[in-house]
């Protein structure tokens, strides 16, 4: 035997032992896995739903589930087991733990109790804010951002869904050469799609050029947010990640953008922070850095205490870049399906939309403008979305990893033999699901998986009727969903008022699943909840161009 042959021979051997080893290590893994979530019910499997080998690997029953199954069926995956609204989930490979969630007190529990559920790699609204780099872990709480939640900015949402609609509109009229009669919409995602980003440029970037799809600044964001994940490649492979793609180089440049309108903004102020003054500008980036600035002037006035025991609430300029980048990733392709969706639904339910013409026409006598007012003014349009959203999560999974032993609550009056608390291990993913939680027949009744926007609407005072913990809307927790439902809102509003809307081939429903089949979603690799991109005409009302 050649020295050659006896060093493959030996290298063989030792992978073989190795390979031994590493199974050894994950069996011993698995079972303690499993001694820890015994009281909870739930699957065990070999390889885990998530891993990018599930997508590829053949579906056999306790070995490979495929990708999406976690989240795929609805409340199914609970209900067919007769047990709780929480399932355990241990895996093999790679050696894993987790819960699936489709209680709404867990879930409410999970997605509000920072300090026990934590979200790396990104930043978080609510109490916590707490921003979050991947390498260190989270890094500090800044202030209080009062520009992602108060009146201007969300005027500003209202005036950048208005502007992105005239800028869309122009392409239409020039496409389709319909004389602003009628519109034919061939993918109503890609329709949505095209008004967000629109948005999202107008309301980032007002003082670039006009943001028509062929403009640079929206040419930048769509290649830098508009990845669809969910179409197979081989760059979903780990080993491969590291590679340059234009997605990312997309996401310099878009960081270059970012980095510019900051220095622009800086540009306009004076050399004194209690001499400067707000810029004339009116978008997301001014408005965090102007909290920034308050925050410095209140820092100023304290400068006769020790500051040293406070915690500088001054955002630095890479903290504005990261909150504006995470705001964008995590409005863009959510709010677009959310939109696409209920025109969807709008589209399916004349009925429905026979009352949101009503309402607006109300809201909205001729002549009038669409305002942050006049949006308050509309609760049943309101209504639509949230039950399209209800129906049809675009976030249709929230994943949290747990950083202590708790115990974590679950609903009253479960049935069954298993306890109403269930133990979750230091370290464990939970993982809600949407899609389930939003479809529970124990808080929607036995008609939750039809369209209707009346059950959330009461007949007193139009107000949420609907069980609020059962409800996490665009993703509990997205940095950005809050101002970015108000320029979906009015994008809807604006649509609505001056078209019906209609499916290129008309179908009549004669069940719920029926509207499934119609509406299409599908679960995308990112846990996104995508609809089918079929066609709509948006036919001009009378009176109402």
């Known amino acids: 035997m050649s020295l050659s042959s006896v060093f493959l021979l030996l290298l063989l051997v030792l992978s073989a032992l190795h390979l031994v080893k590493d199974c050894i290590s994950r069996l011993s893994q698995y079972r303690r896995s499993v001694q820890l979530v015994e009281n909870c019910p739930g699957l065990r499997v070999l390889i885990h739903p998530e891993h990018w080998s599930a997508r590829w690997l053949p579906r056999i029953p306790g070995i490979n589930l495929g990708a999406g199954y976690l989240v795929g069926q609805g409340h199914e995956l609970f209900s067919s087991r007769g047990t709780s609204d929480v399932l355990s989930l241990v895996s093999f490979f790679p050696s894993r733990r987790g819960f699936i969630v489709a209680d709404p007190v867990s879930a409410r529990t999970v997605l509000l109790d920072d300090a026990r559920f934590q979200e790396r790699g990104a930043v978080r609204g609510g109490k916590a804010n707490a921003l979050v780099d991947d390498s260190i872990g989270v890094t500090r709480s800044p202030p209080t951002l009062h520009g992602w939640n108060d009146q201007e900015l969300n005027e500003v949402a209202v005036e950048s869904a208005l502007k992105a609609l005239r800028e869309v509109s122009k392409e239409w009229e020039a496409v389709e050469g319909n004389e602003g009669k009628l519109v034919l919409v061939r993918n109503v995602v890609d329709f949505a799609l095209a008004l967000q980003l629109n948005i999202l440029a107008a309301l980032t970037f007002p003082n670039s050029s006009p943001t028509e799809l062929s403009s ?206 269930v133990f979750v291990p230091r370290g464990s993913d939970v993982l809600i699901d949407s899609a389930a939680l939003h479809r529970n027949p124990r808080f929607w009744d036995e008609g939750c998986d039809e369209f209707n926007p009346e059950r959330f609407l009461s007949a007193e005072n139009d107000q949420s009727a609907a069980p609020v913990d059962a409800f996490v809307g665009f993703g509990s927790g997205r940095l950005g969903e809050d101002f970015a439902s108000v320029g979906i809102l009015a994008l809807l509003a604006s649509l609505m008022l001056r078209s019906s809307v209609e499916l290129n081939e008309p179908v009549s429903l004669s069940s719920a699943a029926a509207m499934d089949s119609v509406v299409g979603a599908r679960t995308t690799s990112a846990l996104l909840l995508k609809p089918s991109g079929v066609g709509l005409t948006l036919r001009e009302r009378p009176g109402k161009s």
């Open 216 to 421: 640079p600044i929206c040419a930048t964001l769509r290649q830098a947010l508009a990845k669809d994940p969910s179409e197979p490649s081989l760059l979903t492979l780990p080993a491969l990640n590291s590679f340059p793609s234009s997605s990312k180089l997309a996401s310099s440049d878009l960081e270059r953008h970012i980095k510019k309108a900051i220095n622009v903004y800086h540009s306009t102020a004076t050399s004194s922070p209690k001499g400067r003054e707000k810029a004339t500008r009116r978008d997301l980036i001014s408005a965090l850095l102007e909290t920034s600035l308050e925050q410095e002037v209140a820092l100023d006035d304290l400068a006769s205490l020790d500051s040293s025991v406070f915690e500088d609430p001054r955002l630095s300029d890479s903290e504005v870049m990261q909150i504006t980048l995470r705001m964008l990733r995590g409005s863009y392709e959510p709010l677009s399906y959310a939109l696409a969706t209920t025109l969807l639904l709008l589209a399916l339910h004349p009925e429905a939309q026979a009352q949101v013409h009503a309402e607006l026409d109300q809201a909205m006598p001729s002549g009038s403008d669409l305002t942050l007012n006049t949006l308050k003014q509309l609760p049943f349009l309101n209504a639509s979305l949230m039950e399209a959203t209800r129906l049809y999560p675009p976030v249709v999974a929230l994943t949290r990893s747990c950083t202590v032993d708790t115990v974590l609550s679950t609903s009253p009056s479960l049935t069954g033999s298993h306890s109403d608390n």
